[in-house]
């Protein structure tokens, strides 16, 4: 039962991951076309907007929320991988407890990083 629940959280992250990356590829590489709606609309990676974004607690609230769907995901994942390659239960141990740990401390350092870069920027 607890498996089926970590798997649903698993493919909950991938379509938050959906949304947020279209989100993501909307803004930075669809700059021409939002250019047409908002013609005040300026370069994605200007230093004006990127300090913007940077100032945008709606942002900083995404790319936290990026991150963890991402990083639980893509771990999760490589977990599942490699347990199913063996049937020993210290190997499984093991890997869960090492996944775990790095999955961890990845998003403590990029939220870190993210909540750092808001409070830089002037928010």
Do not use: Q
């Amino acid at each position: 039962m607890r498996e089926s629940r970590i798997w649903s959280l698993h493919l909950s992250c991938a379509v938050v991951l959906l949304i947020l990356l279209g989100l993501h590829l909307v803004i930075m590489h669809l700059d021409g076309t939002l250019a047409l709606i908002d013609p005040a609309w300026g370069k994605p990676l200007a230093w004006n907007s990127v300090l913007a974004r940077a100032r945008s607690s709606f942002f900083t609230a995404t790319y936290v929320l990026m991150l963890a769907a991402a990083l639980f995901h893509g771990f999760y994942g490589l977990r599942t991988m490699i347990t199913e390659l063996t049937d020993n239960p210290f190997l499984r141990r093991a890997t869960s407890i090492s996944v775990w740990t790095a999955g961890v401390a990845l998003f403590g350092l990029g939220a870190y990083a993210i909540v750092v870069m808001h409070l830089r920027a002037g928010a």
